[in-house]
């Protein structure tokens, strides 16, 4: 069972940044897939961003419209994880992050860590 471990959640002020980290507990491997997906209060799971490993470096990156511009979302595959750089946050980017991975055609998810932007 692969488990995932995310980190760096909490409260932020509008326009400011957070850094959520995402560990597995397995190596990533080509065309595996990891990604950040979100759940507001009332709303629907969504996709944030994913990031799809190719050998040494990246071979796709997806993202949300919302994400565009203010997102980014990298792989440290030495370290099995995978990191998304919030910038300019909003109010409407408070809810729950979720890091999800695809390996092997096996869909996992961590736990959640809660992001709130507000004054």
């Known amino acids: 069972q692969v488990q995932l471990v995310e980190s760096g959640g909490g409260l932020v002020q509008p326009g400011g940044s957070l850094r959520l980290s995402c560990a597995a507990s397995r190596s990533i491997f080509p065309t595996d897939t990891m990604g950040w997906y979100r759940q507001a209060p009332g709303k629907e799971r969504e996709l944030v961003a994913s990031?799809?490993?190719?050998?040494?470096?990246?071979?796709?990156?997806r993202y949300a419209d919302s994400a565009k511009g203010r997102f980014t979302i990298s792989g440290d595959w030495a370290k099995n994880s995978v990191v998304l750089q919030m910038n300019s946050l909003k109010a409407e980017d408070t809810a729950v992050y979720y890091c999800n991975a695809l390996f092997d055609r096996i869909q996992y998810w961590g736990k959640g860590t809660q992001v709130t932007v507000s004054s």
């Open positions: 990031i799809t490993r190719d050998g040494f470096r990246v071979l796709s990156t």
